[in-house]
């Protein structure tokens, strides 16, 4: 297996633009997970799924963020409209058991 | 609210041991991570505790304590390449893991 690809891997924007992050999990896993990391926050979890279907958004800092995933190979991140605070590396992940998840190589998202 | 609190730093020599602690609190618990992370790169699985007690990988070990609500990473015979960041991370049910602060391992020759 590939492992867990994220696409695309830069992505630069303009404020005020939709901002859509894609994941491919690992074939097989039933969990998958979307992280935002910044120096100052760390690693923040911002939603995760179980079989498809989202378990806990509490993470996902505004409604400007919605998360969707139609089946079991493919997963989307959204932003709209996109801030300058938004800036971070966005990480996908997918389990299948309890003690290890596997990171995609992430999105490096600049707003300006 | 949930918090896992790790030192943000950390230094040592090569050859060196070095321990990272991480305290945790939780709405519930299933089971304590360590994960590196080199810069730019993605975080990897390093070990996993379900129980009290030390779990033994290599050069690295992990220890937990539920009791304490504490854990903590061991790194023996210390390498530049062990240079990274490493964070705690907590299972609060079958699925969600969210992870601590993370300590920046500096190791010098």
């Known amino acids: 297996d590939a492992g867990v690809i994220q696409s695309p891997r830069h992505e630069v924007t303009e404020m005020g633009q939709e901002v859509t992050l894609r994941c491919k999990p690992i074939s097989g896993h039933n969990s998958l997970f979307w992280y935002r990391q910044t120096m100052m926050r760390g690693l923040e979890l911002l939603i995760y799924?179980?079989?498809?279907?989202?378990?806990?958004d509490s993470g996902m800092p505004e409604d400007r963020f919605s998360a969707k995933m139609p089946n079991a190979s493919f997963s989307t991140l959204k932003i709209q409209p996109s801030e300058p605070r938004d800036s971070a590396v966005y990480f996908c992940a997918s389990s299948l058991l309890q003690n290890e998840a596997f990171f995609g190589q992430g999105t490096r998202l600049t707003v300006v | 609210g949930q918090s896992l609190e790790q030192p943000s730093e950390v230094t040592a020599v090569e050859g060196a041991i070095v321990q990272i602690n991480c305290t945790y609190q939780?709405?519930?618990?299933?089971?304590l991570s360590w994960y590196q992370q080199h810069d730019g790169g993605a975080p990897t699985f390093l070990s996993y505790n379900a129980l009290d007690g030390l779990e033994e990988t290599g050069r690295f070990s992990s220890f937990l304590s539920r009791s304490d609500s504490y854990g903590y990473l061991l790194l023996q015979e210390l390498q530049m390449k062990d240079s990274a960041s490493y964070f705690c991370a907590v299972r609060e049910n079958t699925d969600k893991l969210i992870f601590g602060t993370g300590t920046r391992l500096q190791v010098f020759p």
């Open positions: 939780t709405s519930g618990f299933y089971g």
């Open positions: 799924f179980n079989n498809n279907v989202p378990i806990d």
